[in-house]
């Protein structure tokens, strides 16, 4: 049975926040005055549940992302610009990690995010930015996923949802 998407509260207007739940895709902002279901990390799910929630985020998140259709002009060149930020700010993220790392993984991190810029054209779309359970509700009446948290949703390299759910602290 295909669920419907469901996003919470979003600042960022997307195609993928259109819709009867949206109070309007120009305003900056909106909220569902209720949403049932619980933060997925609060609950007490069985291994096979779990899974089963955890396929239903990535099908939301891959609609969420939607595809280079899906970008306007403006929204490509955004994404190109994220990923050019976030190679030059590899740079920031070593100073601001002292001596927590050596040099030699200094390097290696140096050496992955000069290796983006070859990679380019990563896959864009609209990222969440912050794709992990604690901001999944679930309803287990229904078994309905909502996500919220979506204030730092914007265009990017996709992968960076993926990363953060993999590679999560």
Avoid: K
Avoid at 52 to 68: D, E, I, M, N
């Amino acid at each position: 049975m295909r669920r419907p998407l469901i996003v919470v509260t979003s600042h960022f207007p997307t195609p993928y926040t259109r819709g009867p739940r949206a109070s309007s895709v120009h305003s900056p902002s909106y909220a569902m005055p209720h949403t049932p279901g619980r933060g997925v990390t609060s609950l007490p799910l069985t291994p096979a549940r779990q899974r089963a929630v955890h396929r239903q985020a990535g099908a939301w998140l891959s609609r969420f992302h939607g595809g280079p259709r899906d970008l306007s002009p403006q929204d490509h060149a955004e994404a190109a610009a994220e990923v050019a930020r976030a190679v030059h700010g590899a740079e920031r993220h070593l100073e601001s990690a002292e001596d927590l790392i050596g040099e030699r993984e200094r390097e290696t991190v140096r050496r992955h995010a000069a290796e983006l810029t070859r990679l380019d054209p990563l896959p864009r779309g609209y990222m969440h930015g912050d794709f992990q359970e604690r901001n999944w509700l679930f309803d287990t009446g229904p078994g309905r996923l909502a996500v919220v948290d979506l204030e730092r949703a914007r265009p990017h390299a996709v992968v960076v949802d993926i990363v953060r759910l993999a590679c999560r602290p």
